[in-house]
């Protein structure tokens, strides 16, 4: 219907239409079938910086950015072909200022009364500074990625260098005490060999730091979260029955998780082996273990009534490597910082409540199968 019959017989339908063509925020034009502009609003020419006499008055082929001058030709085919009804497209144009702006048209066909195309319609979205944030960001990914390829190389290198030199260590010292034997009572030679067993153990710790890698789709696999529990209680049921330490599994049969086998062996287990190591010695050890369902997280909840933990002196730092909380000989520091980023690595995270001399709860999130 054209605008002269609208303003001739509906005069106030005529001067709606002109608001809302003129004061919509989105660029809008009505073009002829080949692509010359008829029609503009005023969003279009703030958005190209030009006036409608100078829109009007200049090949729009000329504004356009060079390598985005054929977007729409397939789209287009297909739309005058009827087999689409409307098509959206990203292209740049140069702005009066000469700056780049890109902008989302979302096109489709103005028909007469007997159904055939005479005229399109275009709007245009303005997505200049959603594009340059998504470029931005694109380029920081790939900034981090490099990045974080050359760390892992960088400590695949160190760590085979130092597995190395320790090892030749340990195999000198080995051969200098069956060549002199007096070595073994030599008290600098025990100060040493303490150096070059504690070098060894801080190699194997950083050698599984650097393993530590997020995990992709296809290392994932649907685990059942009861029997990898059951076989963490097993294994530590010899240190469970030396301390009087009751463990307790309520965790249904059916229970499953994904997961890396590996990580969720040593995950359940460090838990497990913490809740005893860390035990009350003036009442008997308890360790109950569940599992509730959180969105998309099965949260396993282990739970223990020993000696806890200060989480306003220590919180911050409970995760972090070599961090000890307790006057145990056996802490290293080195359990919950690989044992956190192997949650982390399988999607979940891990959250802990406690209070000291009451008990601790480590609430690890795993994704549901």
């Known amino acids: 219907?054209?605008?002269?019959?609208?303003?001739?017989?509906?005069?106030?339908?005529?001067?709606?239409?002109?608001?809302?063509?003129?004061?919509?925020?989105?660029?809008?034009?009505?073009?002829?079938?080949?692509?010359?502009?008829?029609?503009v609003n005023d969003s279009i020419c703030e958005l190209f910086g030009y006036t409608r006499n100078e829109l009007f008055n200049m090949d729009i082929q000329n504004i356009v950015f060079r390598e985005d001058l054929g977007v729409h030709a397939t789209k287009y085919e297909r739309l005058m072909q009827g087999k689409i009804n409307r098509y959206r497209?990203?292209?740049?144009?140069?702005?009066?200022?000469?700056?780049?702006?890109?902008?989302?048209?979302?096109?489709?066909?103005?028909?007469?009364?007997?159904g055939n195309p005479t005229q399109m319609i275009w709007q245009f979205s303005d997505i200049t500074s959603r594009k340059l944030n998504q470029d931005k960001l694109k380029l920081m990914l790939g900034v981090v990625r490099e990045q974080n390829e050359r760390l892992t190389t960088f400590a695949d290198i160190i760590t085979h260098n130092l597995r190395?030199?320790?090892?030749?260590?340990?195999?000198?010292?080995?051969?200098?005490?069956?060549?002199?034997?007096?070595?073994?009572?030599?008290?600098?030679?025990?100060?040493?060999?303490?150096?070059?067993?504690?070098?060894?153990?801080?190699v194997s710790h950083l050698t599984e730091v650097a393993k530590i890698k997020q995990v992709g789709n296809d290392e994932i696999e649907t685990l059942n979260l009861y029997d990898y529990v059951e076989k963490a209680i097993y294994n530590v049921a010899a240190l469970a029955r030396n301390t009087k330490t009751h463990i307790i599994n309520n965790l249904e049969e059916v229970v499953e998780v994904k997961g890396v086998p590996a990580y969720l062996d040593s995950i359940i287990l460090n838990f497990l082996t913490n809740a005893i190591k860390y035990r009350a010695e003036e009442r008997l050890p308890e360790v109950r273990i569940s599992a509730e369902e959180i969105d998309q997280f099965i949260v396993l909840k282990i739970s223990d009534n020993g000696m806890g933990i200060d989480l306003i002196k220590y919180g911050k730092k409970l995760f972090h490597m070599y961090k000890t909380f307790h006057s145990n000989k056996d802490s290293i520091g080195i359990g919950l910082f690989i044992t956190k980023n192997h949650i982390e690595s399988m999607g979940g995270k891990v959250e802990v409540v406690s209070e000291v001399d009451i008990g601790t709860t480590f609430s690890i999130y795993l994704k549901r199968a």
Request: proline share 1%.
């Open 1 to 39: 219907m054209k605008a002269s019959f609208l303003h001739k017989n509906f005069p106030d339908t005529y001067d709606s239409f002109e608001k809302i063509f003129n004061n919509t925020y989105n660029g809008i034009v009505i073009l002829t079938l080949d692509g010359d502009w008829i029609k």
């Open 164 to 202: 190395s030199h320790s090892g030749n260590l340990s195999t000198i010292k080995g051969f200098l005490v069956d060549e002199f034997e007096w070595l073994s009572t030599n008290e600098n030679f025990d100060i040493l060999t303490k150096a070059i067993d504690n070098l060894e153990e801080t």
């Open 89 to 114: 497209v990203r292209q740049r144009y140069f702005h009066k200022d000469g700056s780049i702006i890109w902008v989302l048209i979302s096109a489709s066909l103005i028909c007469n009364k007997e």
